[in-house]
């Protein structure tokens, strides 16, 4: 035995990490993990938490999440985001940068960088916007410790206009030589904009009027755009919301070729299914991109198991009941929660035998940290890491309600009576326990903001530039 306390110690458990599981003690020493092994030899701790029979696996990390604070706290705020958080199993949100105002200067990340410090429950990361406004500002947010940059080729919750094309490949060029990954909403605004337009002039106010303006063809002239972009610059992309089949072809080619990219996609684009989407159904689940056919769902899984879609994330997109309750379809607003349900849908397909528990791990835990520079200080657990984990109970029955989600101003959800198995019944972050037995605890101000330490970058074709070419005689060749 060995006479050191820790803070806190979890035994009896099966740790899960994405190459295997094994029986073990968990100890927590000043927010790291000090110990994993046999009981007998794990030290002492001032608190225990039994996990016999369960599952003790890293925190989920959501890569893509809106927790609307500043400027939308109708919709969220930093304490209603990330309770749900905590009480989804989740230790670590990445913040999309579409508030008001966007996080585009070094004055709107200190807003949001307030709020969040004040109030988070779980670890934050906070992205800057790329767009026509921000090229000067990009490496100073960089400095200031963004995870990342977002891009919106589509139209978006804040109205963001598209940035031209020549602002994303200067852009690119940028974050190329600072080595941030940028997430990307991969739809063409130009074409959605016209189909979406045209069928309101015909009178189309229906679920399928929204598909039909957002046809796989939008999603993939974009990601071809944002490939060849990346290719060209050696900028490392992120793809958010991945939900086209017709896309996974393109996407295989181009890391086999070195294109520095990573892709996610969420439970609702192979649990959903725009056939069975009508009525207040169909305004609860409207989001983009749109939940598609059901042909879609089987190959959208398959490509997340076998890793050509890297991660799971969310697009956790909370709205206020009434902006999901306008009669006219195209008047609803766009997303719904998702950061509190998504461990245990995926916890069900484990229980269904459809996926892993290791497999779950590499796609919501390892692969988001290695993505985003933070591995293997997160993602993993082993000694050293932090200590962001969730105990999982594989046998605890359920049924999803929007009444019962914690992010208080959005209580609906597309999986609205969906029965479950396996779920969460502690989170702890750094160390501390913020949820257990599905009680989220008071801890405001516990999270901290996660900055990326990202490899090395490699940018390519630099003599041609925007930088470059701007000097007095400069050639390109």
Request: hydrophobic content about 45%.
């Amino acid at each position: 035995m060995v006479e050191l306390y820790a803070d806190l110690l979890i035994t009896g458990g099966i740790v899960v990490n994405e190459t295997g599981r094994f029986a073990a003690d968990v100890a927590v020493k000043d927010g790291l993990v000090a110990f994993v092994g046999h009981p007998g030899f794990a030290p002492r701790a001032r608190r225990t938490l039994e996990a016999t029979g369960k599952f003790v696996i890293p925190g989920a990390i959501d890569v893509h999440t809106h927790i609307r604070e500043p400027g939308m706290t109708q919709k969220e705020d930093w304490t209603t985001g990330t309770r749900a958080a905590a009480a989804g199993g989740v230790t670590t949100v990445f913040d999309m940068p579409n508030t008001d105002p966007p996080v585009w200067s070094l004055d709107a990340l200190a807003m949001k960088q307030e709020a969040a410090a004040r109030q988070a429950h779980v670890n934050y990361g906070l992205y800057g916007l790329l767009d026509e406004r921000s090229l000067e500002a990009l490496p100073a947010l960089a400095e200031a410790g963004v995870i990342g940059f977002k891009l919106f080729y589509g139209n978006t919750t804040g109205n963001l206009p598209a940035p031209n094309d020549g602002a994303v490949l200067e852009g690119f060029e940028i974050l190329a030589e600072l080595g941030l990954r940028c997430a990307i909403h991969a739809e063409n605004s130009p074409m959605l904009f016209w189909r979406e337009n045209r069928m309101k002039a015909a009178g189309r106010d229906d679920a399928y009027a929204h598909l039909a303006a957002r046809a796989d063809i939008v999603a993939l002239e974009s990601l071809n755009r944002s490939i060849t972009l990346s290719e060209w610059t050696g900028a490392r992309i992120h793809i958010v919301h991945e939900s086209c089949m017709r896309s996974l072809p393109i996407i295989r080619a181009a890391k086999a070729r070195g294109v520095p990219m990573t892709v996610e996609t969420g439970p609702q684009y192979f649990l959903l299914a725009a056939e069975d989407l009508t009525g207040d159904s169909a305004r609860i689940a409207r989001l983009n991109p749109p939940i598609r056919e059901r042909a879609q769902q089987e190959p959208i899984l398959s490509a997340l198991l076998d890793g050509t879609i890297d991660m799971l994330g969310t697009d956790h997109a909370p709205h206020a009941m009434a902006e999901k309750q306008h009669a006219s379809f195209w008047d609803n607003a766009c997303g719904f929660p998702g950061v509190e349900t998504s461990m245990r849908l995926m916890l069900t397909l484990v229980h269904q035998g459809r996926t892993s528990m290791e497999q779950y791990v590499r796609m919501a835990c390892a692969a988001p940290a290695r993505a985003f520079g933070l591995y293997p200080r997160k993602g993993v657990i082993q000694p050293g890491a932090d200590a962001d984990i969730a105990v999982v109970d594989p046998a605890k029955e359920g049924v999803i309600r929007g009444a019962a989600l914690h992010s208080t101003r959005s209580l609906f959800t597309p999986f609205e009576g969906m029965q479950t198995v396996g779920a969460p019944v502690a989170t702890i972050v750094r160390g501390r326990i913020v949820m257990e037995g599905g009680s989220v605890l008071d801890a405001p101000g516990w999270g901290r903001q996660e900055r990326p330490q990202m490899p090395r970058p490699a940018p390519r074709n630099l003599a041609t530039t925007t930088k470059a070419i701007l000097r007095p005689g400069a050639q390109s060749w």
